[in-house]
């Protein structure tokens, strides 16, 4: 039995920082109980609302900006369009006017102190990100959902399959990569081209080729917008912005007023091994300070891991002549099909399976659609993702202050270089004689996420969060 149907647009998402999980997730989930109070006919009875965070969703839901997600999502605003500029302004407002705008059309009284509580001793057994609604309706009565925020975006509501969407027919099922691998020999078809097909079952080949490129054009202004935007972090951590000032020492003072003009330059500083990894660390981190400053971004497969793909796609792209739409559409094709593979048997959540459910699976990704686009075989392909997840098992989740920033950000470009690596290897190797299958590292991530301590699960409880003095501001 086919465990979940995930297109290419489950596992890449346009959303806002600084995490999929604690940020998106939590926003999706507000949305959603906003839209059932109005399925209900009941929207406009609101008088109250109560927000209770679980887990790992209280334990570091503030550096997290779930408190911040969870308000702009009951007040009916939307991550892939609500202007990232107006979010201080929104959240202020709130909290200072003792108002929320409940679904953009019911105004209820709203204490930001008394009513969103983080319950930091209490968890919920499915899931370490839990958010509890509850409305209280003005005939007495009260309504309330509890959702799971469980990686990447998806939420479940609590008693539903989890089935984000129709179930569709779908002419290659695929739930392991031993699955996949047995429709590419069958048909003979690329990974990407499998997807490709499958994705046909929602929609028409060119409603995808236009989403692809629509997830690409979010990617490069995040790039180009982290590479060009200096200062610090918001936070308290007072982490300074480096991408900007690593791309002013390659490319000099010049400057350029768009991303294709920006490319050429790039290319035109050279190919030694320093300048290209300079580059590819630049892009990572340029991706992930946007994500920590509440930028929009792409999750892939989640927002803490949002710049291993960035970078190698645009190290493909401007040191290996990888700048056309098919190539592009092909790279993220075959990097949302291994997500997707991890989502099924493992998992992308940081708080259930560490680290390595995020930086590693967005290196397996980056690793597997590189080796595509260089001309790998299959075999060769899935042999990328393997090496990329192999050195990344047992990665802790240990933010510092809850922050999306240490050590966060510098983990993205370790992802993108091993990923690039993984790719050479996997080249330059017989697949036929590899002694273990992307099948068993899975299987592996997902044992070492179960046995993994939880305060090594996105909680701040141990690790660097514990060992770096801080002193944060109140929020």
Same mark, same amino acid.
């Given at each position: 039995?086919?465990?979940e149907?995930?297109?290419v647009?489950?596992?890449?998402?346009?959303?806002?920082?600084?995490?999929s999980?604690?940020?998106l997730?939590?926003?999706?989930?507000?949305?959603?109980?906003?839209q059932?109070l109005?399925?209900?006919?009941?929207?406009t009875?609101?008088s109250e609302?109560?927000?209770?965070?679980y887990?790992?969703l209280?334990?570091?839901?503030?550096?997290h900006?779930?408190d911040?997600a969870?308000?702009l999502?009951?007040?009916?605003?939307?991550?892939?369009?609500f202007?990232?500029n107006a979010i201080?302004h929104?959240?202020?407002?709130i909290?200072?006017?003792?108002?929320?705008?409940?679904?953009?059309?019911?105004?209820?009284?709203f204490?930001y102190e008394?009513?969103l509580?983080?319950?930091?001793s209490?968890s919920?057994p499915?899931?370490?990100?839990?958010?509890?609604?509850?409305a209280?309706?003005?005939?007495?009565?009260?309504?309330?959902g509890?959702y799971y925020?469980?990686?990447?975006g998806?939420?479940v509501?609590?008693?539903?399959?989890?089935q984000?969407?129709?179930?569709?027919d779908l002419?290659?099922?695929?739930?392991?990569?031993g699955?996949?691998l047995?429709?590419c020999?069958?048909t003979g078809?690329?990974?990407s081209?499998?997807?490709?097909?499958?994705?046909?079952?929602?929609?028409?080949?060119?409603e995808t080729?236009?989403?692809?490129?629509?997830?690409?054009?979010?990617?490069?202004?995040?790039?180009y917008?982290?590479?060009?935007?200096?200062?610090?972090?918001?936070?308290?951590?007072?982490?300074?912005?480096?991408?900007?000032?690593?791309n002013k020492r390659l490319?000099g003072?010049?400057?350029?007023t768009?991303?294709d003009?920006?490319?050429?330059?790039?290319?035109?500083?050279g190919?030694?091994?320093?300048n290209?990894?300079?580059?590819?660390s630049?892009?990572a981190?340029?991706?992930?300070?946007?994500?920590?400053?509440?930028g929009?971004?792409v999750t892939a497969p989640?927002?803490?891991?949002a710049?291993?793909?960035?970078?190698?796609?645009?190290?493909?792209?401007?040191?290996c002549?990888g700048?056309? !739409?098919?190539? =592009?559409?092909?790279?993220i094709? #075959? +990097?949302?099909?291994?997500g @997707?593979?991890f $989502?099924?048997g %493992?998992?992308?959540?940081?708080?259930m399976?560490?680290c390595q459910?995020?930086?590693?699976?967005?290196?397996?990704?980056a690793?597997a659609?590189?080796?595509?686009?260089?001309?790998?075989?299959?075999?060769q392909?899935?042999?990328?993702?393997?090496?990329?997840?192999?050195?990344?098992?047992?990665m802790t989740?240990?933010?510092?202050?809850?922050?999306?920033?240490i050590p966060?950000i510098e983990r993205?470009?370790?992802?993108?270089?091993k990923?690039?690596?993984?790719?050479?290897?996997?080249?330059q190797?017989n697949?036929d004689?590899?002694?273990?299958s992307? !099948?068993a590292? =899975?299987?592996?991530m997902w044992? #070492? +996420?179960?046995?993994?301590? @939880?305060k090594? $699960?996105?909680? %701040?409880?141990?690790?660097?969060?514990?060992?770096?003095?801080i002193?944060?501001?109140?929020?």
């Amino acid at each position: 039995m086919q465990r979940e149907q995930i297109s290419v647009f489950d596992i890449f998402k346009i959303g806002i920082g600084p995490s999929s999980s604690h940020t998106l997730g939590p926003w999706r989930a507000a949305q959603q109980f906003v839209q059932t109070l109005a399925d209900q006919d009941v929207l406009t009875l609101v008088s109250e609302v109560k927000i209770l965070l679980y887990g790992s969703l209280a334990k570091t839901g503030k550096g997290h900006g779930t408190d911040i997600a969870i308000l702009l999502g009951l007040s009916g605003d939307d991550p892939v369009t609500f202007d990232v500029n107006a979010i201080d302004h929104k959240i202020s407002q709130i909290k200072n006017d003792h108002k929320l705008m409940l679904g953009g059309q019911q105004e209820i009284n709203f204490s930001y102190e008394d009513d969103l509580l983080f319950l930091f001793s209490e968890s919920l057994p499915f899931h370490p990100n839990a958010v509890t609604f509850q409305a209280f309706l003005n005939n007495g009565k009260a309504v309330s959902g509890t959702y799971y925020s469980i990686g990447g975006g998806f939420v479940v509501k609590d008693g539903d399959s989890g089935q984000g969407k129709t179930e569709v027919d779908l002419p290659f099922p695929i739930d392991t990569a031993g699955d996949l691998l047995h429709w590419c020999i069958k048909t003979g078809l690329k990974i990407s081209e499998v997807v490709m097909e499958n994705e046909l079952a929602w929609r028409s080949e060119q409603e995808t080729r236009s989403g692809v490129l629509n997830i690409f054009r979010v990617l490069k202004e995040c790039i180009y917008r982290g590479c060009h935007t200096m200062g610090h972090l918001p936070g308290g951590l007072n982490v300074a912005r480096r991408a900007a000032t690593l791309n002013k020492r390659l490319i000099g003072d010049a400057v350029y007023t768009n991303f294709d003009e920006w490319l050429v330059a790039i290319r035109k500083t050279g190919m030694s091994f320093k300048n290209i990894l300079d580059w590819v660390s630049c892009f990572a981190l340029a991706v992930n300070e946007e994500n920590a400053s509440f930028g929009r971004v792409v999750t892939a497969p989640t927002n803490g891991a949002a710049g291993v793909i960035p970078a190698v796609l645009g190290y493909y792209m401007m040191f290996c002549d990888g700048y056309t !739409d098919d190539k =592009v559409i092909q790279f993220i094709l #075959t +990097a949302s099909e291994v997500g @997707s593979i991890f $989502k099924k048997g %493992a998992t992308i959540s940081a708080a259930m399976g560490g680290c390595q459910a995020e930086i590693g699976v967005s290196s397996a990704m980056a690793a597997a659609a590189l080796t595509e686009c260089l001309g790998g075989s299959q075999r060769q392909v899935l042999m990328a993702a393997e090496i990329a997840m192999e050195h990344h098992l047992g990665m802790t989740c240990d933010p510092i202050g809850g922050l999306v920033q240490i050590p966060c950000i510098e983990r993205n470009t370790m992802g993108a270089i091993k990923a690039i690596t993984a790719s050479q290897l996997a080249l330059q190797t017989n697949p036929d004689n590899a002694k273990v299958s992307l !099948d068993a590292v =899975v299987k592996t991530m997902w044992q #070492t +996420a179960q046995d993994m301590n @939880s305060k090594y $699960k996105e909680t %701040a409880d141990g690790g660097l969060a514990i060992n770096i003095p801080i002193s944060l501001p109140e929020c």
